[in-house]
């Protein structure tokens, strides 16, 4: 017996020596970047599917790559060789690949949309020449490679590589008024795109949306700057039930030299969430969707015929997702992915529109599609197959037969695959793994060789104190299963009472609860744990990947279900015997903030703390485009909008409540937060704000995440630790 406790004093002061070795995580670690991964930035797959390019950041050059040896082939273009280009962030092809357009001097617009000088550089004779002396938008080569079509001041120009001359074709766009050819603010946001004019693959046709802003409300922000006097830049933002942009198609001849309007049919109150011209050239699809969002319209439009039909209608009793899986095969047949067997599939239609076959089936989700690989007939895409939170490559003939899996590792696995679907390059991470990259052959999944990863970042992770991510599954009171995580201190002791910090972000399909690498929150969630505290995030209802039941239960009560379930999560949390259940906060951003705060409302006898960043706290102040496919327009359903807005719960506060915004958030306005503020005064009730100048929705810049982490560091310290 003695010898017994003899082994376990030295073990534990082996422990001990062994935690006291290791260093604890600060701030200035994680926002300087100390513990970053590297990628494979902006990799492209060459037409001969056998060799690839990737942008070299460091000495700003474009390299080609063979995939069977992985070695440098070549350097195709290096910014100190072009005296007039000092360096390039991006790059695309031609089809033919024999030129390429750089971009230099690029500004941020919006989140998606940027402007910036540009050049054609021609691979052969190693020049480079600017497509416009102006910061333009988006300019894109024509499938011939002899043209480039860009957006200039709201209205698109085609320049002819050949002669150099430029093609105004639309001359009506004015600010805050008319667009041709980019997006507006909420379609940018909301549908995810930003160049809304398509070639066609003969490059004789162009079509494009026009967006008609004149009667969208304007919102203003003051921009303070380090100017005497302020200034407002003001934009169209429609928010929920106000007027949207009134959208239009139209087509362009190159032949003709005219622009004419397309007739899509009877449509009101409508968006073109999506364009894409089919290998016809002369056909173009057209999706229109109406205000609701839960009536889709698959058009096929004849440019020879000037002919719109039908081919697809999606319905949804809730509403239908966009995405940018149609894809248009040989016979101009096509894929397309849908949730109406309940679950998120790939299906296969006849171009006119007849179904051939439901592809992947399961209660499951595909949750990215890669393409169709015509010589071996087969669908490659990523999906949940093996759990919601993890994810997988698989292939599948186009029949629905000889599905495979091509992954072979458990966590997140996501593929490039070469142009000819020979091999593809996975990139795999999980909670206790940072990003791996690797070549496999696309036919069977199998390794040929390892390309990085990231080991020295583990390495160097373990000289500090890490705790694991221990993945669960949460039953509420109610029956609800939900996915949870937790990170326990490393000195975790069952016997004590540790306060819980919650995080959830919740907004309809999203997913925090994944086995994938930390971001920098998963640190900052580590320094906390070694703080004393334990940190839980629960995926409630509304969330996504398990299934169109379980995310489309919001519906026009966004919330609603959501705040239940994390009030109900934390209760049951409290049970636990190492829970302190009177010292639990909650904190999110923007959506995760608008709950954060319902939660310390509605659930004020659960939670002591809440942090709210950037959040809505009233769907009324929001977009049209997202709100409205999960509420509806406040006008229908004013009940949905108020009985679930924080605004009007604030008589309810007890604990402790920061709130934190940017002035310059064109996404969340800090009107969000002011009304917020206005609420709770006239209640009386105490709270700590925190305003950033001119920030937008991310916070950041300069030392600004530093600052604001150190903030609610110190919030959480002086509310769940000191009590």
């Known amino acids: 017996m003695k010898l017994k406790y003899i082994f376990l004093f030295v073990f534990l002061g082996l422990a001990n020596m062994t935690m006291a070795q290791q260093k604890e995580i600060t701030l200035q670690d994680i926002w300087s970047g100390a513990f970053s991964t590297s ?54 092809f031609s089809d033919d690949e024999s030129k390429m357009i750089l971009a230099t001097n690029v500004e941020r617009v919006f989140r998606r949309s940027t402007l910036g000088i540009f050049y054609v550089y021609d691979i052969a004779s190693k020049k480079a020449t600017k497509i416009s002396n102006n910061k333009i938008q988006e300019p894109t080569f024509s499938p011939d490679g002899k043209k480039v079509a860009y957006v200039y001041e709201n209205n698109i120009y085609i320049k002819d590589l050949m002669s150099g001359a430029e093609t105004q074709i639309t001359n009506d766009g004015v600010k805050n008024k008319i667009i041709n050819g980019v997006t507006d603010w909420v379609y940018e946001e909301e549908f995810g795109f930003v160049r809304a004019f398509q070639w066609n693959a003969a490059s004789d046709h162009i079509a494009f949306i ?36 009134l959208v239009s198609l139209h087509l362009h001849s190159l032949k003709a030299g005219k622009t004419s309007e397309i007739n899509l049919g009877d449509y009101k109150d409508f968006y073109i969430p999506r364009i894409k011209w089919t290998n016809d050239p002369e056909v173009l699809s057209v999706q229109v969707i109406n205000r609701h969002q839960n009536e889709l319209d698959l058009i096929m439009y004849n440019a020879a015929s000037n002919q719109a039909r039908i081919v697809l209608k999606e319905t949804d009793k809730a509403y239908v997702d966009i995405t940018d899986n149609l894809t248009f095969l040989a016979d101009n047949s096509f894929i397309w992915t849908s949730e109406k067997d309940g679950f998120n599939h790939i299906y296969h239609y006849k171009k006119d529109g007849a179904l051939i076959n439901q ?24 999906s949940t197959e093996n759990g919601s939170i993890n994810r997988d490559i698989y292939s599948i003939k186009i029949n629905g037969k000889k599905k495979k899996r091509l992954s072979t590792k ?9 142009a000819d679907f020979t091999y593809f390059i996975n990139t795999f991470n999980s909670a206790t793994t940072p990003s791996e990259y690797s070549l496999h052959l696309a036919k069977n999944g199998k390794l040929v060789k390892e390309i990085k990863n990231n080991a020295s970042v583990k390495a160097k992770l373990a000289n500090y104190k890490m705790s694991d991510k221990e993945f669960f599954t949460l039953t509420t009171a109610k029956g609800h299963e939900l996915n949870a995580w937790m990170i326990k201190p490393v000195d975790f002791d069952a016997s004590k009472k540790y306060p819980v910090f919650m995080y959830q972000y919740s907004g309809p399909g999203s997913q925090q609860v994944a086995n994938r690498w930390n971001s920098a929150n998963d640190y900052w969630y580590q320094m906390l744990a070694q703080k004393g505290m334990i940190i839980v995030c629960v995926d409630g209802r509304g969330t996504g990947f398990k299934g169109a039941d379980f995310k489309k239960v919001t519906y026009k009560e966004l919330g609603k279900y959501e705040v239940e379930d994390q009030i109900d999560a934390a209760i049951e949390l409290g049970k636990r ?113 925190l305003i950033y100048p001119d920030k937008n929705h991310g916070i950041y810049g300069g030392y600004t995440r530093l600052h604001l982490y150190t903030k609610m560091t110190n919030f959480i310290e002086n509310t769940l630790l000191k009590k």
């Not at 458990?410 to 070469?418: D, I, L, V």
């Not at 951003?589 to 706290?617: E, Q, R």
Request: include cysteine.
């Open 39 to 92: 990628g494979m930035d902006v990799l492209h797959s060459m037409n001969n599917g056998q060799q690839y390019t990737v942008l070299d950041r460091r000495s700003g050059a474009v390299d080609k790559y063979d995939y069977k040896t992985l070695q440098k082939v070549e350097t195709i273009v290096k910014a100190s060789d072009l005296p007039e280009i000092k360096s390039f962030s991006s790059y695309s």
């Open 210 to 245: 026009r967006f008609d802003e004149t009667d969208v409300p304007e919102f203003s922000m003051d921009v303070y700057g380090n100017k005497l006097y302020p200034q407002q830049h003001v934009f169209k933002y429609p928010k929920a039930g106000e007027k949207n942009a």
């Open 359 to 382: 592809v992947t089936k399961g209660q499951w989700e595909v949750t990215r599609y890669y393409g169709y690989d015509e010589d071996a007939d087969r669908v490659l895409y990523q």
């Open 410 to 418: 458990e966590g997140t696995n996501s593929a490039k695959f070469s």
């Open 577 to 689: 015997s190492y829970v302190d259940k009177d010292r639990i906060g909650i904190w999110g951003w923007s959506y995760g903030g608008f709950m954060s705060s319902n939660c310390i409302l509605k659930g004020n006898d659960v939670f002591s703390m809440a942090i709210a960043v950037a959040p809505v706290t009233s769907w009324r102040f929001y977009d049209s485009i997202y709100t409205e496919r999960y509420m509806q327009t406040p006008q229908e359903n004013a009940s949905g909008y108020d009985d679930n807005s924080p605004i009007n719960y604030v008589d309810r506060l007890k604990g402790d409540y920061l709130l934190v915004h940017g002035t310059g958030d064109d996404n969340v306005h800090v009107q969000n937060t002011m009304r917020m503020i206005d609420a709770l005064v006239k209640a009386n009730k105490q709270f700590d704000w």
